[in-house]
């Protein structure tokens, strides 16, 4: 493990810059007061609320339970107690890294000792061949979240195009207000990417028993208006189904901005290339959450990683870097997803050529599937089974080898 490289400049900053207003750039300057940093601090970002976690949004915040005061990260009277510089909204527009000095929108600029990009992602957004009509959403932030929360509850139909989690959220939150679902996705199975089949299988038949009418291997064609109701959709498969739906919702990956660190000059692989304490090539930029490319121990290669406890955790690793108390980043990679009365949770890698280990019963929908390699465990899913995942995490970390008998047996305790 490399040590963290020295800053240009051997004097602790007096002026940090955060470029990004989310989950990580909100942990981020927490951390840095928490650990002792008085110095300015400045936010830009260029949505107008304070940072607030993104998983409620295609749940609770799409279902009508939760809104901003229930999702922020900081408080608004804590976070005037951070005594941060918030411009917002406003966006950076360049980085002058001679100089250290970021420029925005509003023509307004400031030094930086040391700056952190924690500016996320978009959402991706589907070819402009296809689309020839303007009822297509996407979910991000939080105002997408309010404005499709709305449009969900004044429809009867909604087509999702893609089967990746946050679809299929968007799909299990549309059911639970009664609006009938389509999913369509281009792959064989759901999720193909992040799950082995036997759960793919199992997620499908959950949405299926929902009463989700679910497209799998479908390529879509074009969307289009209604030709009898303009206020509707007409979607066209490449095997010539058509699909009516009120509008439709898109969740086809996220694109990181990554834009303002290019025309820095800093490497950008994925994502901005950092290393594990959130150091860029430059040691005076710091880039941390779903921009971020780093090395991740547990699992051995490179890794962009969008989730909760990756914004969080990489977060508060960048702030004590750049405030000289080093200490790397090396957190097993956790995933947590709830659809209907399903709460499932990923842990770790899961190899393809893993032996998976099912404890449970999948039917019953509370099992637990752990990934075997070489005797040691990888990687766990947990259905319906936390529990099973805090020991996994525990062994994990401890090395410990494992036996798949002792795992499937339920009629032992795992502990």
């Not at 002058?96 to 991706?124: K, P």
């Not at 589907?126 to 309010?146: C, F, G, N, Q, W």
């Not at 004044?154 to 299990?172: F, K």
């Not at 406890?309 to 750049?322: P, S």
């Amino acid at each position: 493990m490399s040590a963290p490289r020295e800053s240009t400049s051997a004097v602790a900053p007096r002026t940090v810059v955060v470029v990004g207003g989310g989950q990580a750039a909100g942990w981020f300057v927490k951390t840095l007061r928490k650990e002792g940093f008085d110095g300015r601090v400045v936010m830009i970002a260029d949505e107008a609320h304070l940072p607030y976690e993104r998983p409620p949004l295609s749940k609770a915040v799409l279902a009508g339970d939760a809104d901003i005061d229930t999702v922020r990260i900081v408080k608004p009277d804590e976070f005037a107690g951070l005594d941060i510089e918030a411009w917002q909204p406003d966006r950076a527009t360049s980085i002058d890294r001679a100089a250290r000095i970021v420029r925005t929108r509003s023509g307004r600029e400031t030094i930086y000792d040391r700056l952190v990009i924690a500016t996320g992602g978009a959402a991706r957004r589907l070819p402009e061949a296809i689309v020839k009509t303007s009822h297509v959403m996407y979910l991000r932030t939080l105002d997408e979240a309010v404005a499709l929360g709305e449009r969900l509850r004044g429809s009867r139909r909604v087509l999702v195009i893609g089967g990746g989690w946050i679809g299929l959220e968007v799909a299990a939150t549309a059911r639970k207000l009664g609006v009938d679902a389509t999913v369509v996705e281009g792959a064989p199975r759901l999720c193909a990417r992040s799950l082995p089949p036997v759960v793919s299988a199992f997620l499908l038949d959950l949405h299926r028993a929902n009463g989700v009418d679910a497209r799998l291997g479908a390529s879509l064609v074009s969307l289009e208006d209604h030709p009898d109701d303009s206020q509707r959709l007409r979607a066209t498969l490449a095997d010539g189904t058509v699909l009516d739906a009120d509008f439709a919702v898109a969740g086809i990956g996220l694109a990181p901005h990554t834009a303002l660190a290019e025309a820095a000059g800093l490497p950008v692989a994925d994502g901005i290339v950092v290393d594990e304490y959130g150091a860029t090539d430059d040691p005076n930029v710091f880039a941390c959450g779903d921009v971020a490319n780093h090395p991740s121990a547990w699992l051995g290669r490179r890794v962009r990683l969008e989730s909760w406890a990756n914004a969080q955790n990489q977060a508060i690793a960048a702030a004590k870097a750049v405030l000289g108390k080093a200490e790397p980043y090396a957190d097993i990679p956790w995933f947590w997803s709830d659809q209907y009365d399903v709460n499932l949770q990923i842990l770790g890698d899961l190899p393809a050529d893993a032996e998976l280990a099912v404890r449970g019963s999948l039917a019953d929908r509370r099992a637990t599937l752990f990934c075997v390699r070489g005797g040691a465990l990888r990687g766990a899913i947990a259905i319906n089974s936390a529990r099973d995942l805090k020991l996994a995490r525990k062994w994990m970390q401890q090395g410990r080898p494992v036996d798949l008998a002792t795992l499937t047996d339920t009629g032992k305790a795992l502990a």
